[in-house]
C-alpha cells in the first residue's frame, strides 16, 4: 500500500510539473513580445514556422516596389515567405513598441543591411488567443 501512495504521488508530481510548463509556454505566448519576435526569428533568421499561428486570418501585408505599392494576404505572404526557410539574413534586427494600449499595439521592425534597412511596422490586436499582427507594412530606405 506504501509503495501504491508513493508511486501515485510522483506521478501526481510529475504531471503537476507538466502540466505548469505547457501552461508557462502557452502564457509566454499570449504576450505582446511574442508575435513580435516571432516574426523577427521568420524575416531574420528563417524560422518559419511559428508564423502562422501569430498572423490573424484576414492579415494584410503591404510592401513598397518603387514607387509600387504592393499588398498580399495571409497566404500569399506565407508562400511567398517559403524561400526564405532557414536562411539567415546578414543584418542586424531590432524592434521597438512605437504605441500600445490593451488592445492594440504598433510595433517598429528595422532590419539593417550594408547601405540599405527593411523598416517594417506590424500592428498587432490582443485577442483571446493572445496578440495577433493584423497588418505589416514594410518599406525599403
Not at 19 to 45: E, W
Not at 117 to 139: E, F, P, Q, R, V
Amino acid at each position: 500500500m506504501k509503495t501504491l501512495k508513493t508511486i501515485t504521488a510522483a506521478v501526481l508530481t510529475v504531471v503537476s510539473f507538466s502540466a505548469f510548463a505547457a501552461n508557462g509556454i502557452r502564457n509566454d505566448k499570449l504576450k505582446l513580445s511574442y508575435p513580435a519576435q516571432t516574426y523577427v526569428d521568420a524575416m531574420a533568421h528563417g524560422k518559419i514556422n511559428a508564423l502562422p499561428e501569430v498572423l490573424d486570418k484576414e492579415i494584410k501585408y503591404t510592401t513598397t516596389h518603387g514607387k509600387k505599392i504592393l499588398s498580399f494576404n495571409k497566404a500569399e505572404m506565407l508562400k511567398s515567405i517559403e524561400g526564405i526557410r532557414g536562411v539567415e539574413q546578414n543584418c542586424t534586427t531590432e524592434y521597438n513598441v512605437v504605441e500600445s494600449t490593451p488592445t492594440i499595439s504598433v510595433v517598429k521592425v528595422t532590419m539593417k543591411y550594408d547601405g540599405f534597412s527593411k523598416i517594417t511596422y506590424l500592428n498587432m490586436a490582443n485577442t483571446a488567443d493572445g496578440w495577433k499582427i493584423t497588418s505589416i507594412a514594410t518599406s525599403f530606405i
